[in-house]
């Protein structure tokens, strides 16, 4: 019998609705749950019980307000909160106390559900780790910079969870977790009370233990249309394998993977072809650092000329590489994006998605590396939707996702496919 605990966001909302589980009783399952295993796991930063359960039992008292009504959401740690700190992961901003909620905050509420806590996160969700670790095993990283999200839904303390993601984190804290991570396509979710690290790239993604638990999450905060998981979808799709130019920084065992899972999903009816980058996006991923360190350098540059000894070494050496970029190198970088994104509107035209690796391969053994960003820096850049599933393990026992890339604002047909992949491959 499933415990309360492992309950998926969906379903649980299902059950609430009709009166087959109490939003109290899901919201202590959650914090039992915490309160056992996050001394050794470390997701979260900032939480409040009492303001959790006060929340829930007036859920239970009042009407429906929304698809998530009564659900708890773990809420990243550089997303504003009115009701608790909000730190960055930097002791600049120790007992930082925001007046208002972030927009995806706000949204969450509208929709009735209930911020759980804040989760893990990197140092302004750059490199520099925060404290979680992997709960499938506690001496590998959850990965980064959305740490403590992954961690905390994959160990079962809450269901659904908020990162953000200007490299990979999202998808590959997911990954490295074992569970369903999606980045929306840019500008889906509105960014309004989100600490900025590089304003052209910076996305709010969820987390969830299954596709209907994010599509639910982005439907409530988005208007994203609900994607129809359950019925067959009318054709086979049309599939791009997608090596990349970096295939030979996957682990053997991912290459392994993905050949296999491309391999099965032909034998289920997908017309499988090989997508090559191609002259045409050879550029990317030097043009993505550029923005990025460009934007990291003037978005922190308070932080750096007030409190830099409270900085990181790492943090501070990609701000003043930033400071190194001419504004004329940062804007062919931008220029540069709108033809990679011209050229992969034209690869859309004639598949409907993109088998790639997640990550290099499993969660990296230790804390102080959250890992490399290399198979997910491509799709921030091009700003279109992305999910990871669990599909796989390593030899090694822990979890090695595949990543299903879709076209820019076709989120829902992406999530579809995602579903489908899953019922093919799971």
């Known amino acids: 019998m499933t415990a309360l605990y492992e309950l998926g966001a969906a379903r649980a909302a299902r059950m609430i609705a009709r009166g087959h589980l109490t939003a109290e009783a899901f919201a202590s399952a959650c914090l039992e749950r915490i309160a056992a295993r996050d001394p050794d796991v470390r997701a979260w930063v900032a939480r409040d019980a009492d303001l959790v359960l006060a929340q829930a039992r007036a859920s239970d008292r009042s009407p429906a307000r929304g698809p998530l009504h009564g659900v708890p959401v773990g809420v990243k740690d550089v997303i504003d909160t009115a009701d608790l700190p909000t730190e960055y992961n930097s002791p600049i901003y120790r007992g930082h106390q925001p007046k208002a909620d972030a927009a995806c905050v706000a949204l969450i509420k509208r929709a009735g559900g209930i911020v759980l806590g804040k989760t893990a996160t990197t140092e302004f969700a750059y490199q520099h780790p925060g404290p979680a670790r992997n709960p499938r095993n506690l001496g590998h990283t959850p990965g980064g910079s959305s740490s403590g999200s992954a961690a905390a839904v994959a160990d079962g303390m809450v269901p659904l969870a908020l990162g953000t993601q200007t490299g990979g984190s999202v998808i590959r804290p997911a990954s490295f977790c074992g569970i369903v991570g999606y980045k929306p396509s840019f500008g889906t979710v509105n960014r309004a009370g989100m600490k900025f690290l590089a304003e052209s790239l910076d996305t709010v993604g969820m987390m969830g233990r299954a596709v209907e638990d994010v599509a639910l999450l982005v439907h409530a905060l988005a208007g994203v249309a609900l994607p129809d998981l359950e019925s067959k979808p009318p054709r086979a799709p049309r599939v791009g394998l997608c090596r990349t130019p970096r295939w030979n920084e996957a682990h053997e065992v991912t290459r392994s993977l993905i050949e296999r899972a491309a391999n099965s999903l032909e034998r289920a009816g997908a017309q499988l072809t090989d997508f090559d980058y191609g002259p045409e996006l050879a550029g990317i991923y030097d043009d993505h650092e550029v923005i990025m360190h460009h934007e990291c350098a003037r978005a922190l540059e308070w932080e750096y000329a007030n409190k830099r000894e409270l900085l990181s070494a790492s943090i501070i050496g990609h ?108």
Do not use: H
């Open 319 to 426: 701000i003043e590489k930033g400071w190194t970029i001419p504004r004329a190198r940062y804007e062919e970088a931008m220029l540069n994006g709108m033809c990679y994104r011209a050229r992969i509107r034209e690869v859309f035209a004639s598949c409907d998605f993109l088998l790639t690796p997640s990550a290099p391969g499993e969660a990296p053994q230790g804390l102080a590396n959250t890992g490399n960003s290399v198979f997910n820096r491509t799709w921030t850049f091009l700003g279109v939707p992305c999910v990871t599933l669990p599909l796989f393990t390593s030899p090694a026992g822990l979890p090695v996702g595949i990543q299903i890339v879709g076209p820019y604002m076709g989120d829902t047909r992406t999530l579809r496919w995602a579903e489908w992949v899953r019922q093919v491959l799971g």
